[in-house]
């Protein structure tokens, strides 16, 4: 197994999780307008919970799927780049970079902005 088999590997198991839910988090119904008004002002702050909460659920799930097994183990690391990797004898280190963006979020990250910066390349010359 090389670099692009772990990555393609890993996206497929992932690609066949699409519909699934990970019960990490209820937001209950408020209980009065203040309640729902003072809520609007806090929900995108969910989108660094739920991320992380994602991260956590990628690498539990990718370290069941036997096709792993021998090779290495997904690891997270926070903060690095990318989110998890694939810790092994396999070079270079396979990993995937895990973004939620939650439809009402306000900011992006500047660890991606960062990352952004560095892979952008002159339109012209």
Do not use: C
Request: glycine share 6%; net charge neutral.
């Amino acid at each position: 197994m090389n670099t692009p088999d772990v990555i393609r590997l890993a996206s497929q198991y992932l690609a066949n999780l699409s519909g699934h839910t990970f019960d990490v988090l209820d937001v209950s119904k408020p209980v009065t307008v203040n309640a729902a008004v003072n809520l609007t002002k806090v929900i995108s702050k969910l989108s660094p919970l739920l991320g992380n909460l994602i991260e956590f659920n990628t690498v539990e799930f990718l370290n069941k799927q036997d096709d792993f097994a021998g090779f290495g183990v997904w690891e997270r690391q926070d903060p690095g780049f990318p989110d998890t990797i694939f810790v092994g004898n396999i070079q270079p280190t396979p990993g995937l970079e895990i973004k939620a963006w939650f439809p009402l979020a306000t900011e992006i990250t500047a660890r991606f902005k960062r990352h952004l910066r560095k892979q952008s390349k002159p339109l012209f010359g």
